[in-house]
Structure formats: structure tokens, C-alpha cells
């Protein structure tokens, strides 16, 4: 799995890597899902577009966490098959929403504490704390 | 990296650090702790993140760090800073996104002893009649313009609909409800989260608590208090829901932007902020009052719930049964208070975030009742060990814009905890000590471990060796219910 939790006293942090700033958004969203403990059930999947514009790549990673944040908790709602693309400081995701078969853990928030996307020739990385 | 060595030592329950340690702090930080206490937070960011709330815009007197201290997200748990009113700045991060988290505290007159054969049901109906664990819709269920009275009155909503009683009004801080909420400054989703959880728990480290009065330090006070040695009470530790969480995640998005136009420098973008007479600042601060009453709401709803659960089990079978309400405070919060610094009397906005409002005797925002003791204090420990109740004090006016700690304080992270500790197990241990436990998470509960925990007594130490509270109370559980 290309991301892995790490130490924090109080909440949840997660190192995420990948080949490109899009593929980390996808792993992140699946990261998420991971440390929440949710699984989606069987059933009819919906496609569904989500769009953002932001400053920089961080704030339309929290842009993007923060909706599937929200779509887990009130819309019993979890996307798989993420299509992304980033380009000048929009992000399209289109993806399947299926319903939630189990929870373990509520995710409160995605911070934007010492965010900060790192991106070389070799991939890139970051580290997200959720509030939990 | 910021480590004990930069620290200078006032008494062994103080400790300074100057504001010339690094060049963007604005003030210094002053932290309440034992050696001890310091040495078990020295791995984690605790002290980096203090050092970092101490650059904020328009900050006075110093940022004060509590024992229970722990590592966060931009302002470190036990945190408490103060920025001059109106142009200082507020932080939405700085307030953190389960907007007033707090504790209540209900007392009655029912010997434990009494109702030791009654509490295995007692805990079944509090787990039944208070829905906890991940998105559990609450037990009251509003349309958006009943929502909306929810944010603008608090507790108040809570009493004309026959949930609560004036003394539970009285007896929380700002009586449960918040001057200057404006719903219209919340979103459409924050709204849309909120409307079906009043009345609910949430997960994570929020419960609700059966405890018995184990000893009293002030028997005056106690007394006061309503709290009656070997008598049970009852905490309520839950916050604004989900509402507060979107509230505070379309503030803290919005204000990357308001931070560029104000032209504000941070070391951590999730202290983003803005002046409080800015438009954006004025927006935050009516839609954080908001969420704060519907967190008042909330509680006062469980308080409710959780006095049905003690009639329907006591009601013709024990004496003394009925519950009332010690104090509410809030632990994650912004509040604009009047505090002398440095020999001046200033407004501020007091950010606490994971710190509890400590007002002395005299006080007037207390109720009559108290202004001879203080304000009540309410320190929960972790689930298998000792809560405490304190009273505020003249020095915590003083030295800690009139706050002090408000828990234990994590020690150990939530992925150790799961790694070291199977729920099954603690549940088994807890129980053999005769502490019932309703959890919904397994996985839930090893992360809230006893043992994930600092020493709650030796935090409660600190607080009161350093003057900034003084004991009361100490609780000893009998039955948790969690999400």
C-alpha cells in the first residue's frame, strides 16, 4: 500500500506516496478510507463528478479529503475508481460512490497542519493529519 | 525543534519560554508542568506548536500552555492564547474543529452502594437513550428554521422545548448560549450535518460517564457543588457534532486566502486567521457561536436523556435519584472576556483549545451560588481512571486568562494504543474493576486506553501546586458509554 500511518499524540497522521501528484490524491482518498476502517458494500455504483479550485496542490488535497469526509459520514457514501486531473490549480475527480457497508473510526476534519506536497523526479509524497 | 533545554524554569511547576528563542514570536510561552510532565512530551510537537501559536497577529501577555499539554494541529491540546479585541486576530484552527467540546457534570444524591445492583441497566438505557459511535443520528431531529433557533439560543432552545430547567441554564457558562451567533454565517452543509445529530455523542474520546463521588478535598465547596461523597454523578464530554466540524473546515479553507490579503505570515497553515473586525473575522466568530449553542444543545438534550435512563431506573426504587446539574463549560472555545494584562484590563478574544475556563471567586459570569467558591472545573480522566472537579481561582485570573487544564492529556499515539492494547482485553480488565463499559467500538476503545494517557492526578497536581485551581473533587468510574 503506498501510504502508511504514523505517530501522532492526539489524532491520525498518514504518509502518502506516489508517481504523480494525481495518483497521491487518489492514494490519499483510499488512505483515508483505510484509517477510518470503511468498506463499501455490494450494489449499484453512481459516477459522480467533484471539482475544486485552489491556491496551491495542498489546499485542493484537503478540498478533495474533506468531501469524501463528508460523503462517509452524512451520504453513508465511499468512492472508489478515482479518474483526477490537476491543472492550474483545478481539480476534476470523477468516481464511483458506493454505500457504505461498515465504520470503524469518525474522521472529524482533514488539517492543514505542516502540509506540504513534495514532488520530485522519482514521485511525490506528503503527510496529512485528520483530526479525529 | 524546540526541546526542554530551551525552556527556563520559574518553579517547579512553571517554565518560560522567551519570546527571543525564535525571531516570529510575538510573545513568550508560559507552560504549567512538572519536569515530569515536560519529559513525557518531549518526543511529540507540544512545545514546537506553542512556540508557533506565540506568532500570532495582535497576541498579549503570553500563550499559555497547560499540564495536559499534548501534541495537536497548529496549536498544541492544552493551549490557550489571547489576542486583543477587535483587531487582534481569530483561528479558526486555534479553536479546533469540534467547536465547544466540553463536559458537563450532573450530581445526585443516590448512594452508590444503593444503586449497585440498578447500574448494569442504567448503563443499558444511557446507551440506548444517548446514540454514540460514527454519524449516530441524535434523538431530536429539526427542519432547517428550528436548526437556526438551535444556533441563535443554545441551551435556551433546550428549555422552552421542556429539556432542561433554569438551574441547568444558570449553572453553564455563558448559560448556554452564546451572545452574536449568526446562522446565516454557517453553510448549507454545516447545517445540513447538524440537524439530525442534536442529542447524539459522537466517537472518538467523547462518553458519557457514571462516576461515584470518591472523595471530597473541600467539603464547603463540594457541598456548594452538590457533590456528596460516595454519591453518584454523571459526566457528559461531547462537542458541536458534525456541524462544528464543517464549520470549522470552511473557515480554516476560507482564511488561506484572508491570511494573503492581511497580509499575516504563519509557520503553519492551520493557524490561518484573520482580524476580528474583518468581514471574514466577523463571519467566523458569528457561525463559531453558532456551533458553540448547538453544542450547549446538545449536551443539555443528553442531560435530558440521561435523567429519563436514572428515572426509569431508580423511580420508586431508590431515594435521591434525581440529577442536578453541577456546571457546563467548554474546552474548545473563543471567547471575548475582559482579563488584566500587565497591569491593564483588555479585551480579548481567549482562544482554549483543550483548556477550561477557571474563573475565580467573584467572578460575575458565575452564578450567585458559586461566586464564593470559583467556577467549577471539570477534569475528566481517561475511562478507567479518576476524574476530578476543581474550582478556579484569583491566580487563574492572573496568570492564565482564567483557565486551567482539561483532561489528562494523551501520551501515547492512537496507532500505539491499537498495536498495544486489544479492546476485548480492556474491556475484560475494566470490568473485573468493576467498570461497566458500552462501547460500540472495540478498535475505539483501544485507542482511548487508560494507558494512552498521562497520570490525570499528576496533572491535577500541577494545576492546583501552581494556583490556577484548586481540588474539590475526585470521581471514580462505574460505567462508561462511548461510540
Not at chain 2, 470 to 480: G, S
Request: hydrophobic fraction near 40%; aromatic fraction near 6%; charge should be negative.
Amino acid at each position: 500500500m503506498p501510504f502508511e500511518e504514523i505517530a501522532h499524540t492526539a489524532d491520525w497522521s498518514l504518509r502518502v506516496w506516489a508517481g504523480n501528484l494525481e495518483t497521491l490524491f487518489a492514494e490519499a482518498g483510499r488512505g483515508l478510507y483505510a484509517l477510518a476502517g470503511a468498506r463499501p458494500a455490494e450494489g449499484r455504483r453512481s459516477r459522480r463528478r467533484f471539482e475544486a479550485a485552489a491556491p496551491d496542490p495542498e489546499a485542493l488535497l484537503v478540498a478533495f479529503l474533506s468531501e469524501l469526509v463528508y460523503a462517509l459520514e452524512q451520504e453513508g457514501t465511499i468512492y472508489e475508481n478515482f479518474q483526477i486531473e490537476i491543472e492550474a490549480n483545478r481539480l476534476r475527480v470523477e468516481m464511483d460512490g458506493a454505500p457504505l457497508e461498515a465504520v470503524n473510526k469518525i474522521i472529524k476534519a482533514v488539517t492543514y497542519h505542516n502540509l506540504q506536497i513534495r514532488c520530485s523526479e522519482r514521485g511525490c509524497e506528503v503527510e496529512i493529519v485528520f483530526d479525529v | 525543534m524546540v526541546s526542554i533545554q530551551n525552556l527556563i524554569k520559574i518553579s517547579d511547576y512553571e517554565w518560560e519560554i522567551p519570546p527571543t528563542l525564535r525571531g516570529d514570536m510575538r510573545v513568550p510561552v508560559r507552560l504549567f508542568a512538572t519536569r515530569e510532565l515536560l519529559e513525557q512530551i518531549a518526543d511529540d510537537k507540544s512545545l514546537e506548536q506553542a512556540v508557533n501559536t506565540a506568532t500570532l497577529p495582535g497576541l498579549v501577555g503570553q500563550v499559555v500552555v497547560m499540564p495536559d499539554m499534548h501534541q495537536g494541529y497548529g496549536f498544541p491540546i492544552g493551549g490557550v492564547a489571547a489576542s486583543l479585541f477587535p483587531q487582534g486576530v481569530v483561528s479558526p484552527g486555534g479553536i479546533g474543529y469540534d467547536i465547544n467540546c466540553g463536559v458537563r457534570l450532573l450530581a445526585s444524591a443516590l448512594e452508590a452502594e444503593a444503586a449497585a445492583p440498578h447500574l448494569n441497566r442504567l448503563a443499558t438505557l444511557i446507551n440506548q437513550y444517548c446514540p454514540s459511535g460514527v454519524g449516530r443520528e441524535g434523538v431530536v431531529r429539526v427542519g432547517l428554521p428550528e436548526l437556526e433557533r438551535v444556533m441563535r439560543e443554545g441551551a435556551r432552545w433546550a428549555l422552552k422545548h421542556g429539556f432542561a430547567g433554569e438551574q441547568d441554564l444558570a449553572r453553564t457558562e455563558e448559560g448556554g448560549c452564546i451572545e452574536g451567533a449568526n446562522p446565516d454565517k454557517v453553510s448549507p452543509r454545516a447545517k445540513q450535518r447538524g440537524r439530525e445529530q442534536i442529542g447524539s455523542v459522537g466517537a472518538g474520546n467523547h462518553f458519557v460517564e457514571v462516576d461515584v463521588v470518591e472523595a471530597v478535598f473541600d467539603s464547603e465547596t463540594a457541598a456548594v457543588f452538590g457533590l456528596r461523597q460516595g454519591c453518584l454523578a454523571v459526566q457528559i464530554h461531547c462537542g458541536s457534532r458534525g456541524l462544528g466540524h464543517q464549520v470549522c473546515t470552511d473557515y480554516v479553507q476560507e482564511f488561506q486566502g484572508a491570511v494573503r490579503r492581511y497580509g499575516i505570515e504563519l509557520p503553519d497553515r492551520e493557524l490561518v486567521c484573520a482580524p476580528m473586525d474583518s468581514p471574514e473575522g466577523q463571519a467566523y466568530l458569528g457561525a463559531m457561536r453558532a456551533a458553540a449553542n448547538f453544542a450547549f444543545a446538545n449536551r443539555q438534550i443528553l442531560a435530558h436523556s440521561i435523567r429519563r435512563a436514572f428515572e426509569e431506573t431508580f423511580a420508586g426504587k431508590e431515594k435521591g435519584w434525581q440529577l442536578t446539574q453541577v456546571y457546563d463549560i467548554c474546552h474548545n472555545i473563543g471567547k471575548i472576556e475582559t482579563h488584566e494584562v500587565n497591569g491593564e484590563r483588555l479585551r480579548v478574544c481567549v482562544h482554549r483549545k483543550g483548556a477550561t475556563r477557571a474563573f475565580g471567586p467573584g467572578h460575575p459570569a458565575l452564578p450567585p451560588e458559586y461566586r464564593s467558591t470559583g467556577q467549577p472545573v471539570l477534569v475528566p480522566g481517561s475511562m478507567g481512571t479518576a476524574s476530578w472537579v476543581l474550582a478556579g481561582t484569583e491566580a487563574s485570573m492572573l496568570r492564565s486568562f482564567g483557565s486551567s487544564c482539561h483532561g489528562a492529556g494523551r501520551t501515547m499515539s492512537r496507532a500505539k494504543a491499537k498495536h498495544d492494547v486489544r479492546g476485548e482485553d480492556l474491556r475484560r480488565e475494566l470490568e473485573n474493576r468493576g467498570i461497566r463499559i458500552r462501547a460500540g467500538s472495540m478498535a475505539g476503545l483501544a485507542e482511548e486506553a487508560p494507558q494512552a494517557y498521562k497520570d490525570v492526578d499528576l496533572v491535577v497536581e500541577t494545576v492546583c501546586a501552581a494556583g490556577i485551581a484548586r481540588k474539590v473533587a475526585r470521581l471514580r468510574p462505574l460505567a462508561v458509554i462511548k461510540g
